[in-house]
C-alpha cells in the first residue's frame, strides 16, 4: 500500500521525503505517523539505502489513535546525484499487537510477512532531494560578503564609529583650549588648564591606540 488514506491501520504525512540537498552538508525530514484505529499499533521503518540515512525511531508503537514523529536525517554527502534524481525508497511496515506493548519487547517475527494470520500494511515512500532556495541563497552570500568586505562587517564598523567619535571630541576639545588660550585663561587659572590639557592628551592616546587596532585588525577574506 501506498501512504495516504489508503491505509486502515496508519496514515504518513507527508506522502514522500524531501530533503533540502547541500553538499557536505547533513539535513533531515519529518514524517508524522498516526494511529487511525482503537488498537496498539507497531511500525518498523526500512529503507534501500541504509548507510546513507539515519531513521530514529525505526521502531515503534503508537497509542490508540496517537501519533508520532519519525525522522529521517539524510547524512552528508560528497557528490550531487544526476539530476538531482534520487532512487533510494523507503518503506513503512504497521501492524496490531497487544496493549500496552513495549517497543523493546517486540517479537523478531512481528513483521514477518509469513507469520499465519498476521496482517502487516505496508507504505512506500519515495526521496525528493531539492535545492536550496534563492532566498536561502541570497542570504548566504549577504552573510559571505559581510564577512569578506571589513566596510560591512558590523565588529569593525562599530569600532570605526567609535574612533570618528573620538576623534571628533578630541577636535572639539582642541578648539576649546585654543579659545581658552586666546583669552588668557591660562593665566588666571592654571589648574583648570592643566587639566583641559590632560583631558585632550588622554583621548589623543584613546584615539590612537582605536587606529592601531583598526588598522592591526586581521583581514577576514
Given at each position: 500500500?501506498?501512504?495516504?488514506?489508503?491505509?486502515?491501520?496508519?496514515?504518513?504525512?507527508?506522502?514522500?521525503?524531501k530533503?533540502?540537498?547541500?553538499?557536505e552538508?547533513?539535513?533531515?525530514?519529518?514524517?508524522?505517523?498516526?494511529?487511525?484505529?482503537?488498537?496498539?499499533?507497531?511500525?518498523?521503518?526500512?529503507?534501500t539505502?541504509?548507510k546513507?540515512?539515519?531513521?530514529?525511531?525505526?521502531?515503534?508503537?503508537?497509542?490508540?489513535?496517537?501519533?508520532?514523529?519519525?525522522?529521517?536525517?539524510?547524512?552528508?554527502?560528497?557528490?550531487?546525484?544526476?539530476?538531482?534524481q534520487?532512487?533510494?525508497?523507503f518503506?513503512?511496515?504497521?501492524?496490531?499487537?497487544?496493549?500496552?506493548?513495549?517497543?523493546?519487547?517486540?517479537?523478531?517475527?512481528?513483521?514477518?510477512?509469513?507469520?499465519?494470520?498476521?496482517?502487516?500494511?505496508?507504505?512506500?515512500?519515495?526521496?525528493?532531494?531539492?535545492a536550496?532556495?534563492?532566498?536561502?541563497?541570497?542570504?548566504?552570500?549577504?552573510?559571505?560578503?559581510?564577512?569578506?568586505?571589513p566596510?560591512?562587517?558590523?565588529?569593525?564598523?562599530?569600532?570605526?564609529?567609535?574612533r570618528?567619535?573620538?576623534?571628533?571630541?578630541?577636535?572639539?576639545?582642541?578648539?576649546?583650549?585654543?579659545?581658552?588660550?586666546?583669552?588668557?585663561?591660562?593665566?588666571?587659572?592654571?589648574?583648570?588648564?592643566?587639566?583641559?590639557?590632560?583631558?585632550?592628551?588622554?583621548?589623543?592616546?584613546m584615539?590612537?591606540?582605536?587606529?592601531?587596532?583598526?588598522?592591526?585588525?586581521?583581514?577576514?577574506?
Amino acid at each position: 500500500m501506498t501512504a495516504g488514506g489508503g491505509n486502515q491501520l496508519i496514515s504518513v504525512h507527508p506522502d514522500e521525503l524531501k530533503f533540502i540537498f547541500e553538499l557536505e552538508k547533513q539535513t533531515f525530514c519529518d514524517l508524522k505517523v498516526v494511529n487511525n484505529t482503537e488498537h496498539h499499533v507497531a511500525f518498523k521503518v526500512k529503507t534501500t539505502s541504509p548507510k546513507k540515512y539515519f531513521v530514529r525511531p525505526n521502531t515503534g508503537v503508537v497509542q490508540p489513535w496517537d501519533s508520532c514523529v519519525i525522522r529521517v536525517t539524510l547524512q552528508a554527502q560528497h557528490e550531487y546525484p544526476p539530476d538531482m534524481q534520487c532512487k533510494d525508497k523507503f518503506l513503512l511496515q504497521s501492524t496490531t499487537v497487544p496493549p500496552h506493548t513495549d517497543v523493546d519487547e517486540l517479537p523478531a517475527e512481528t513483521f514477518n510477512k509469513d507469520n499465519s494470520g498476521k496482517i502487516i500494511e505496508e507504505c512506500k515512500l519515495r526521496v525528493v532531494y531539492a535545492a536550496p532556495s534563492a532566498q536561502e541563497n541570497s542570504e548566504d552570500e549577504a552573510l559571505k560578503s559581510s564577512s569578506k568586505n571589513p566596510d560591512t562587517n558590523p565588529a569593525l564598523q562599530r569600532l570605526k564609529d567609535e574612533r570618528d567619535a573620538a576623534i571628533r571630541s578630541t577636535q572639539q576639545l582642541q578648539q576649546e583650549l585654543e579659545m581658552l588660550k586666546r583669552r588668557r585663561f591660562r593665566k588666571n587659572d592654571p589648574g583648570f588648564s592643566l587639566t583641559f590639557a590632560f583631558v585632550v592628551g588622554l583621548i589623543g592616546i584613546m584615539v590612537g591606540f582605536l587606529l592601531n587596532l583598526t588598522m592591526s585588525s586581521p583581514s577576514t577574506e
